[in-house]
């Protein structure tokens, strides 16, 4: 049985133009669409397994008083006569259809367990449960769709009802994460936004009436050409005045200008009011300004707008803080309004690294008698010999690492590291020393305070060394990097800070990847997937298998690349690894002492396969290379090539 979650969505800004945008089809001279859309905390949960049926069952207690169990078999015709039924189970026999005739799939069985989302209240729970259906027949088919894929058939499912959705309502299908769309024609683009600081936000149904359908009827008089004032104004509201209040909006949320990104919200609604509200009398709303014009509300909120498409259905506020958000919802719920909360977190920036150094370096025998393999000499390409434990502490410190632990075999190591980055040296060794390497040498006593120590005292694999710094990762994301690996990038962005820009996006469970010849798919752990995005950097990540075998690789590990070939893709060497991983590591140290197995290596690439089944996984494509130097002739190449 897997779980599923898919939240509800709001539309922030740039209501409308998702339609205006597809116009471009019909007039180049109309602007792309861009709308910021964001996934909400309430949603729908549900639990979904195969079945040689299609059916919906539902414990889910939100519901229960409109709920009844629904069956149908997995039959072309059957199916498209239930999606233009106009029931609830409309949208997912719509999706179901399509899945049916596209991929030639068998049933499904979803259990819903909650449905904490609104229904019929601007959330888009129509598209939210044509998303979970999508992603139900996704991942027990092993469809290897990526998210715009599922979004996609989500929306096509839809438009097989009598509903008549727009591109945006299927963002839900990114999680609840703020998101920039972008509609040019046919082609719809979506980026996930980076977030600095809390947004505290507040939804409210005003149950009144909305005329959507005699809204969207009137605005689309305008388009695809203008031939009135009028016109051209609602053109150029959804067309250059959108653009710039959407880019404002995006830099806003990026540097945490919570305040002004009220104030732009206020701005967006009156611009509405007066070039695109005209259009329509079914978009007049006096229950709306009421309370986007209301004292108390303004008290609360740094500003507030309509949601959707306007008129008197929905309102939308951005609170100041947590405490005016409570205020806030208690005042309009006593206003009888039904509301909702959600507050859009910033993305944890990663600020704490992991290098596991236990390892004796069996294969670089006997050097490693006398020396760790992560303090072997590598020349580098300003001229200066640095062990290799250095190279990769001054790249995380570039990255914008604060603090690093290095997982050791003993406390007897610990000194090793003691001497180099926290003694100084003596001062006969300082004479003799240039300017320059003087101040080197403080340079590293400065990085030695960035570090932390914890020990794996049994060897039981290498995702037993990683949890030993559980403590120190606390509750956030951490990196992970290997000790005995090295990292050059080919841009102005190090490795490590390709790696974190990429999570903080995503915000889930991220491995740096880079391709690798068929050839040698046996000697490393694997990643298949679709690409998330067109310049083929991010990878959704469907399968990882360990040293799989070639002829295996080829037939089922292909990724597929930009011009139709096969390519393969194994791990670039960093990670950054979410709490998840380290429950799931707890999880397999604690199986294996039940069982009394303290011989079981407890290996990361399991843990992460867990998490990635329940949770998914990011792979980022790095700009750079990787030079590992665990074995004689890998260490050969490194000191040859990393100076180049």
């Not at 998101?179 to 600095?196: A, H, P, Q, R, W």
């Not at 303004?298 to 409570?326: C, I, M, N, P, W």
């Not at 992991?354 to 020396?371: E, K, S």
């Amino acid at each position: 049985m897997t779980k599923l979650f898919v939240p509800g969505r709001l539309c922030l800004f740039g209501e409308h133009t998702d339609w205006a945008g597809h116009y471009r089809t019909m007039n180049a001279d109309i602007l792309p669409g861009a709308a910021i859309v964001t996934g909400i905390e309430q949603g729908i949960y549900a639990e979904v397994e195969k079945s040689p049926v299609f059916e919906m069952t539902s414990e889910a207690p939100e519901i229960k008083d409109m709920w009844q169990d629904f069956s149908c078999m997995m039959n072309d015709v059957e199916l498209k006569r239930i999606a233009k039924s106009g029931s609830f189970f409309s949208y997912c026999a719509g999706v179901a259809s399509y899945m049916l005739e596209w991929y030639k799939v068998g049933g499904v069985r979803i259990h819903l367990t909650g449905m904490t989302l609104p229904i019929k209240s601007g959330l888009s729970s129509s598209a939210a449960i044509c998303v979970l259906v999508a992603r139900a027949f996704n991942i027990l088919y092993s469809l290897n769709l990526n998210t715009m894929g599922e979004m996609n058939i989500a929306y096509l499912g839809e438009l097989r009802t009598a509903s008549r959705c727009g591109r945006l309502d299927q963002a839900c299908a990114f999680g609840v994460k703020p998101c920039l769309m972008t509609f040019d024609g046919d082609e719809v683009g979506v980026t996930s936004l980076n977030v600095k600081k809390p947004l505290h936000w507040v939804f409210g149904d005003l149950v009144a009436h909305k005329d959507t359908i005699r809204i969207l009827a009137d605005l689309n008089k305008s388009y695809p050409f203008a031939s009135t004032d009028g016109d051209r104004m609602l053109h150029e509201a959804l067309g250059e005045c959108n653009r710039d209040i959407v880019q404002r909006a995006v830099r806003y949320i990026a540097e945490g200008e919570v305040e002004k990104l009220g104030q732009l919200m206020t701005e967006a609604e009156e611009l509405f009011d007066r070039q695109i509200a005209p259009m329509s009398p079914a978009l007049w709303s006096p229950k709306l300004h009421h309370f986007l014009n209301d004292p108390e509300v303004k008290r609360l909120t740094y500003g507030g707008k309509g949601v959707g498409s306007h008129g008197d259905g929905s309102v939308q506020f951005l609170a100041r803080d947590a405490e005016s958000q409570t205020r806030l919802v208690d005042y309009l719920n006593g206003q009888g309004l039904r509301v909702w909360s959600f507050t859009i977190q910033p993305v944890h920036t990663v600020r704490r690294a992991i290098i596991p150094v236990a390892g004796f370096g069996t294969r670089l025998y006997p050097a490693t008698q006398v020396l760790k393999k992560d303090f072997f000499p590598i020349p580098c390409a300003d001229g200066v010999v640095r062990p290799v434990i250095l190279i990769l502490l001054e790249e995380l410190i570039k990255s914008g690492i604060e603090d690093v632990c290095l997982v050791l075999g003993s406390e007897e190591e610990r000194i090793l590291y003691a001497q180099f980055f926290e003694q100084a040296l003596d001062e006969e060794h300082l004479q003799k020393l240039s300017p320059q390497a003087r101040e080197y040498s403080n340079r590293i006593l400065d990085i030695g305070k960035h570090l932390h120590y914890v020990y794996q005292h049994d060897k039981r694999g290498f995702g037993h060394a990683v949890y030993q710094a559980a403590e120190f990762a606390g509750n956030e994301p951490v990196l992970l990097l290997l000790g005995d690996t090295l990292y050059r990038s080919n841009c102005g962005k190090t490795c490590t800070l390709q790696l974190i820009e990429e999570y903080e996006r995503y915000n889930k469970l991220t491995v740096s990847i880079h391709p690798i010849p068929l050839q040698e798919v046996s000697r490393y752990g694997v990643f298949s997937g679709v690409w998330e995005d067109k310049d083929h950097t991010i990878l959704n990540v469907s399968v990882m298998v360990e040293k799989p075998k070639l002829s295996y690789a080829e037939e089922y590990l292909a990724v597929q690349e930009q011009d139709g070939s096969k390519g393969y893709y194994s791990v670039f060497g960093q990670y950054i690894l979410t709490q998840d991983v380290f429950e799931q590591l707890a999880d397999d140290i604690r199986a294996a002492d039940a069982e009394g197995d303290m011989s079981r290596e407890i290996e990361l690439t399991t843990a992460l396969e867990a998490v990635r089944k329940r949770k998914g996984m990011v792979g980022v494509r790095i700009n750079g290379e990787m030079f590992d130097m665990g074995n004689p002739a890998a260490l050969r190449n490194t000191v040859v090539r990393f100076s180049e």
